[in-house]
Structure formats: C-alpha cells, structure tokens
C-alpha cells in the first residue's frame, strides 16, 4: 500500500525558513512525478513545486527562487525546503506522487508565517 507521510511544519517568522520531508511507503523513483501542493485557509488546493523520476523540477511563479524541491536518492523521502517565509505562504502542504496514473496524497502538514 503507498503511503504518503509529510512532516516539518510549523510555526516561523516571516523571513524565515522551514524544510518539509515527505516519507513514502515506497521507492520515491516509482512515481513518475511528485509534488507539494498547498492549500491555504478560504482557498483552492494550488501546486507549488514538482519534481520528476528523472530529477527535472518546475515551480510555481509565488515560489521560484524561495523554495526547493529535491529528494534524496538513498531513501524514500522528497524535501521542500522554504526560505524567505511569507505570511502568505501560510498552508497546509500536500505531498502527491503520481504512479501509473492515480495520485497519491499524505495527509498535509500546517505552515503558518507570522509576520
């Protein structure tokens, strides 16, 4: 059974940085893409970065050159680290990996930026 779990959110200043982990069930390399998406209070789910089996990344124009996607080869875990925290980026972040065409999602974990 694939399972998706994230971890490292919380509370941090605006300004500030905070790295999310998502641990899956299964090898990272199965899934053709895998994503953090966030979803703020009042808002839609939107995609904030992606990265594919090959390694290729794209980001949402809110984010480029603040956060980063990346995994790590060695185990089952993709990363976002953020950096440059703004209040608006106060969500809660969804990891998704895509695999043989269904989608994938853990349970999401809060982010709030103060300012």
């Known amino acids: 059974q694939v399972q998706l779990v994230e971890s490292g959110g919380g509370l941090v200043q605006a300004g500030g940085s905070l790295r999310l982990s998502c641990a899956a069930s299964?090898?990272?390399?199965?899934?053709?893409?895998m994503g953090w998406y966030r979803q703020a209070p009042g808002k839609q789910r939107e995609w904030v970065a992606i990265?594919?089996?090959?390694?290729?990344?794209n980001y949402a124009d809110s984010v480029k050159d603040r956060f980063t996607i990346s995994r790590d080869n060695a185990k089952t875990t993709v990363y976002l680290q953020m950096s440059s925290l703004k209040p608006e980026d106060t969500a809660v972040y969804y990891c998704?990996?895509?695999?043989?065409?269904?989608?994938?999602w853990g349970q999401g974990t809060r982010v709030t930026v103060s300012s």
């Open positions: 998704e990996g895509t695999k043989w065409g269904r989608e994938y």
């Open positions: 299964v090898s990272i390399f199965s899934f053709d893409v």
């Open positions: 990265i594919t089996s090959g390694g290729a990344t």
